[in-house]
């Protein structure tokens, strides 16, 4: 298995599916590193150097250690119910969604919705919206009014990545912007 394919699984297991070999994460999504090498090494090549490798190079940033290696976690986008410490924050004025053009009619009439994950996901600036957008189809971005949300009582946190988190996204504070 290659090493993305690898970090594919891995994100499955941390963020979704712990009992697929066998793991439970903490409270905080905290699993065992060496019950997450053990588990993922009986069907594939993977140690502590593979591992880390993973961790180190993953564009996203999906993925931290504690400080003594013992424990690992996803940062965000888990479908189970952890709380991975998050501190709430204020947001710059403008957040960013992307989508796929196959979600608009279900995003222009309820919002954005968390679906099967705990937080919906915003980005920072629109480029990096619009790669997300791009991996569900034609790319559809949204910018989101985060300032006016905040001020109107919503919460927001920011990951250990640099995503931004919020439980939902009404329809009044979106605007759909137009690629180009």
Do not use: C
């Amino acid at each position: 298995m290659s090493l993305k394919n690898v970090s594919k699984y891995m994100s499955l297991i941390l963020r979704h599916k712990p009992d697929a070999i066998g793991i439970t994460l903490d409270e905080h999504g905290w699993a065992n590193v060496d019950e997450l090498i053990a588990g993922i090494a009986k069907d594939n090549e993977f140690n502590m150097a593979i591992l880390e490798e993973i961790v180190k190079t993953d564009e996203k940033q999906r993925y931290s250690f504690n400080e003594d290696r013992t424990l690992i976690r996803a940062n965000q986008g888990h479908s189970i119910l952890v709380d991975v410490e998050l501190e709430e924050k204020e947001p710059p004025e403008f957040l960013w969604h992307g989508t796929g053009e196959k979600y608009v009619a279900a995003i222009d009439q309820q919002g954005l919705i968390p679906k099967s994950r705990l937080y919906v996901h915003l980005s920072k600036d629109e480029e990096t919206a619009v790669k997300v957008g791009t991996r569900h189809g034609k790319p559809v971005l949204y910018r989101v009014e985060a300032k006016q949300m905040y001020e109107d009582g919503y919460q927001f946190y920011l990951s250990a990545n640099g995503v931004w988190l919020t439980k939902e996204v009404p329809v009044k504070y979106l605007v759909k912007g137009e690629l180009t």
